[in-house]
């Protein structure tokens, strides 16, 4: 079992700048995919980022790769997310999700563990 816990949300103007962080519970956190997900009242949750075991893979959603960065370390058993040029349509409930060997990295079922989430807010 692995414990995840998010923090570093909360409420930022439009054009603010954002660092969430996920502190995982196992020393096995670097043998985990780990990835970010959001979601808004009424609709699905929504990949945003991911990163492999290896820190060398990383993903983006479109809306958010030209001014997001996911990174990890592994000695901290700590993953990160940070996020500039934030924007209204950001707001959601930011999930840090885990996942070992195999699945998709979009697919929020394939991934094992989830984190119980931090609040985003981006203010216009």
């Known amino acids: 079992q692995v414990q995840l816990v998010e923090s570093g949300g909360g409420l930022v103007q439009a054009g603010g700048s954002l660092r969430l962080s996920c502190a995982a519970s196992?020393?096995?956190?670097?043998?985990?995919?780990m990835g970010w997900f959001r979601q808004t009242p009424g609709k699905e949750r929504e990949f945003v980022a991911t990163i492999d075991y290896t820190g060398g893979r990383r993903h983006y959603t479109d809306s958010v790769k030209d001014r997001s960065t996911i990174s990890r370390d592994n000695a901290k058993n700590t993953l990160y997310l940070e996020m500039n040029s934030l924007k209204p349509e950001d707001t959601a409930v930011y999930y840090c999700?885990?996942?070992?060997?195999?699945?998709?990295?979009?697919?929020?079922?394939?991934?094992?563990?989830w984190g119980q989430g931090t609040q985003v807010t981006v203010s216009s």
């Open positions: 196992r020393r096995t956190f670097g043998s985990y995919d």
């Open positions: 999700v885990a996942k070992g060997p195999g699945g998709s990295v979009y697919n929020p079922t394939d991934y094992d563990y």
